[in-house]
């Protein structure tokens, strides 16, 4: 294979929320690169100094807006936790909303300051590690290289999020690390609930989709989960507090049990009614789904609903869970797959010569390169989102053994 000659020097950029195993990304990379004779600069806070980049005014310097990385800042850092290089919720695109944006110079102009500024330092490509609003930036830098009619800079996106609701990869960095940690505190808070005859509606981070909701139910056997494919339809709010109502009324009435966990993805609430769904957004225009409190509105109305049948208020507490998990040490799978995603970076820029490409892997860690135009929506311009199948047979799994969490609980329950 002919490795190319013309990648110098590489630039890497973290963006968004922490993911465990970001470390072993950006080690992985970094060595990769360093270890051909490529430079490696480590730009520090996401796109947030980027795109602010003037010569004059905001010049980058060196260990204040990046680091020029040498092999020791990169050895050893596969299992730690936090992100070497920090990161930011930074959104240069946003102005962006067709094509022909990327042609305007006042809507497109942090995503020029970007490329100017990579230029400005002689960085031939450029990594970004980062989810779906992250994939949408790099897309935008991968586009504007054509808008501005340049090809030479290479852009290849590393996929993270621990939602792993990415298409084109099965499964992402840091969602298994993630979902142990969540399940260790349903397991917790199960023995507390055991204990005290409570009642547990823990609300899980994911955006709009199940997978960090159900793959942490399912490990932290709680009693009840619900996400957003659950519904079809109109999101009835009160159909499904009565079917948590349901749940506890069995639970005791059938197997005298007062207590349980129910698990409920914080995607519902972007399926709430005028009045409750939040209206806040993000940097990227993301409604700021934990605002919602979804699990809150679920546990008031349940306690309420169950005080009308029974005749008594349940002991009952909401939580939300999700932020503890994202700088947890990470386990080995995912330090495992970040390892290889970096490389890929590296395999992908250097070896398979790719530009608008996001490095994934399927069978045994093999390297797949999806295209960036496989991935994102060409009308919208935004990345799709991929949901749990009700069909899959992940799904049914976690139906199945919701269904026997009602009456087997080993020892501890009696």
Request: charged content about 25%; hydrophobic content about 40%.
């Amino acid at each position: 294979m002919v490795r190319r000659k013309d990648v110098k020097r590489v630039g890497m950029v973290f963006s968004g929320g922490p993911a465990p195993a970001s470390n072993a990304v950006i080690s992985s990379a970094a060595i990769s690169f360093l270890d051909q004779g490529i430079e490696v600069y480590g730009f520090l806070d996401g796109f947030s100094h980027l795109e602010k980049f003037n010569p004059e005014t905001y010049p980058l310097e060196a260990d204040k807006h990046y680091h020029s990385f040498k092999t020791r800042d990169v050895t050893g850092l596969r299992r730690t936790s936090g992100i070497l290089i920090r990161t930011s919720r930074a959104n240069p695109g946003r102005t962006i909303q067709t094509i022909q944006d990327l042609s305007d110079e006042e809507k497109s102009g942090k995503l020029r300051n970007i490329y100017h500024a990579l230029r400005h330092l002689e960085i031939d490509a450029l990594i970004t590690i980062g989810g779906d609003d992250t994939l949408k930036t790099a897309n935008y830098l991968f586009l504007l290289t054509r808008a501005v009619k340049s090809r030479d800079l290479v852009v290849v996106h590393l996929p993270k999020t621990i939602d792993n609701d990415y298409f084109g990869i099965d499964f992402t960095f840091g969602h298994f690390t993630a979902v142990n940690f969540i399940a260790q505190e349903l397991q917790n808070l199960r023995m507390d609930a055991m204990s005290t005859n409570s009642w547990f509606i823990c609300e899980v981070m994911g955006r709009k989709a199940g997978w960090l909701a159900y793959g942490s139910a399912i490990a932290g056997e709680a009693n009840m989960v619900i996400s957003r494919e659950d519904v079809w339809g109109a999101f009835d709010v009160d159909e499904l507090t009565i079917n948590i109502v349901n749940l506890m009324e069995r639970r005791i009435n059938d197997h005298g049990k007062h207590y349980g966990i129910i698990v409920v993805a914080e995607g519902l609430a972007d399926l709430l009614p005028n009045g409750l769904r939040p209206t806040e957004t993000d940097s990227h225009g993301n409604i700021k789904l934990s605002e919602g409190k979804i699990g809150d509105i679920l546990q008031k109305r349940a306690r309420e609903l169950f005080q009308e049948r029974c005749g008594y208020s349940p002991k009952m507490v909401y939580k939300q869970l999700g932020y503890e998990c994202r700088c947890a040490q990470p386990n080995a799978f995912d330090v495992l797959l970040g390892s290889q995603l970096g490389i890929g970076g590296y395999r992908a820029v250097v070896e398979e010569r790719l530009s608008g490409v996001m490095v994934s892997v399927n069978g045994q860690f093999d390297l797949q390169y999806v295209r960036f135009d496989n991935l994102i929506d060409l009308e919208t311009l935004k990345p799709k989102i991929r949901y749990i199948s009700p069909d899959s047979d992940f799904f049914k799994m976690a139906r199945f053994l919701e269904s026997r969490m009602e009456y087997e609980e080993g020892i501890q329950g009696w």
